[in-house]
Nanobody, 125 residues
Framework: VQLQASGGGLVQAGDSLRLSCATS????????VGWFRQAPGKEREFVGR????????AYADSVKGRFTISSDNAKNTVYLQMNSLKPKDTAIYYC???????????????????WGQGTQVTVSS
């Protein structure tokens, strides 16, 4: 299983970015894909989860209403659309995947065994 996150960059507050998580070696219909972020000096935190088989997306309260996760199954790619970005959204964003991730454990970093390398998002004020 391999994941590669891309699409980060430097934007201003209020702007939008779309991150991509290209996957290989897994089937989106059987894996859950999570998005996490890690700001300097802070722990990695849950942003959202996408489970195609359940038609389910879930988001952290801090991004709910601003971020949207979607997928292109033909490309085995999951996207994180980020709107109305704020300086506090500045972080390295990672995508991760594993089987049988439920709402109970979706926020737990260790629950995901497969990780991409991360992409930097910087939001200036």
């Amino acid at each position: 299983v391999q994941l590669q996150a891309s699409g980060g960059g430097l934007v201003q507050a209020g702007d939008s970015l779309r991150l991509s998580c290209a996957t290989s070696g897994l089937r989106l219909r059987t894996f859950a894909v999570g998005w996490f972020r890690q700001a300097p000096g802070k722990e990695r935190e849950f942003v959202g989860r996408f489970t195609l088989s359940a038609g389910l997306t879930a988001y952290a309260d801090s991004v709910k209403g601003r971020f949207t996760i979607s997928s292109d199954n033909a490309k085995n790619t999951v996207y994180l659309q980020m709107n109305s970005l704020k300086p506090k959204d500045t972080a390295i964003y990672y995508c991760a995947a594993d089987l049988l991730v439920t709402s109970v454990c979706q926020i737990i970093v260790a629950r995901y065994r497969n990780w991409g390398q991360g992409t930097q998002v910087t939001v200036s004020s």
